[in-house]
Each structure stands twice: as C-alpha cells, then as structure tokens.
Nanobody, 116 residues
Framework: QVQLVESGGDLVQAGGSLRLSCAAS????????MGWYRRAPGKQRELVAA???????NYGDSVKGRFTISRDNAKNTVYLQMNSLKPEDTAVYSC??????????WGQGTQVTVSS
C-alpha cells in the first residue's frame, strides 16, 4: 500500500504562483511514476504532469511552459511548481502514483482556485 498526502492548494490571483507537494509513504519502493491530475467542475479529470523515477517528465498541453514537476526520491516527494496561473487552472489537484504492477494510488486532492 502507498499513501499520498498533498499540500499547497490555495486561492491565488491570476498570474500568481503556487507549489504543490505530494509526500508518499508505505510501499514506496514499488512506485515508478508519480504525477498530478486535476478535475475542474463539470470537466473530466486530466493529466497535469508526471515524472518517472528516472526523471522523465510529461505535461498536459495546457500547462506546458508554465508548470514544472520535480521529484525528490530521497524524500519520496513530488512537487508541482505552477507559474502564470490562469482562472482556467482552477480545479482539484490530485497526486497519483503508479506502481510497477500498474496499480494506481491517489491522494485526497487539494483545491487550487485562481481568481481573475
């Protein structure tokens, strides 16, 4: 089992920045990919960014150039630095961890609200 605890969600003005953190505990040795997804009201969940244990990254098209994902394997923590935030970035952001087996673990989610 893997437990994921997110932090960093907040209310911020458009153009501002936030950093989300996701700390993993439990069977962390089994984790390969960690990432962030988001779900806005009335919309489907979408990939924000993901990073492999080796540091390979993948970003959703809407956040490329504005968001940066990073990973501290020693601390079992993944970060999402969000810059130039837009109102359309408002969503619940959830941390995701994919085990070597392919099983997906999810955090409880953290609210990010961007005001115009």
């Amino acid at each position: 089992q893997v437990q994921l605890v997110e932090s960093g969600g907040d209310l911020v003005q458009a153009g501002g920045s936030l950093r989300l953190s996701c700390a993993a505990s439990g069977s962390i040795f089994s984790i390969n990919v960690m990432g962030w997804y988001r779900r806005a009201p009335g919309k489907q969940r979408e990939l924000v960014a993901a990073i492999t244990r080796g540091g390979r990254t993948n970003y959703g098209d809407s956040v490329k150039g504005r968001f940066t994902i990073s990973r501290d394997n020693a601390k079992n923590t993944v970060y999402l630095q969000m810059n130039s935030l837009k109102p359309e970035d408002t969503a619940v952001y959830s941390c995701n961890a994919v085990a070597m087996s392919g099983y997906n673990y999810w955090g409880q989610g953290t609210q990010v609200t961007v005001s115009s």
